[in-house]
């Protein structure tokens, strides 16, 4: 099992930026890779960019591209979510998670979920 803490969220206005940080314990030689997904209000869940965790490369949403980074601290066990230009259509839950393979990297099927995380911005 690997457990993942989020923090980070909260309420902030139009163009700000906030960070997320989510921080894994347990079995934490199993992540493969790590995600984070978000949900907004009255919708479903959809990805918003991805770290493997050795290499570092990234993948991104096409909303997420050129706003957001993911980065991590492999020595700290912890994954970011910088959020720059925020907009009121990104408010929703962030949700950290982990892959464990490449297969289920690819298929974004991510086996632990963090317990997410609320992002409010206002206009």
């Known amino acids: 099992q690997v457990q993942l803490v989020e923090s980070g969220g909260g309420l902030v206005q139009a163009g700000d930026s906030l960070r997320l940080s989510c921080t894994a314990s347990g079995r934490t030689w199993s992540i493969y890779a790590m995600g984070w997904f978000r949900q907004p209000p009255g919708e479903e869940r959809e990805f918003v960019a991805a770290?493997?965790?050795?290499?570092?490369?990234?993948d991104y949403a096409d909303f997420a591209r050129g706003r957001f980074t993911i980065s991590r601290d492999r020595a700290e066990n912890t994954s970011y979510l910088q959020m720059n230009s925020l907009k009121p259509e990104d408010t929703a839950v962030y949700y950290c998670?982990?892959?464990?393979?490449?297969?289920?990297?690819?298929?974004?099927?991510?086996?632990?979920w963090g317990q997410g995380s609320q992002v409010t911005v206002s206009s």
């Open positions: 998670a982990v892959a464990t393979g490449p297969t289920a990297f690819l298929k974004k099927e991510y086996v632990y």
């Open positions: 770290i493997l965790w050795s290499e570092g490369a990234t």
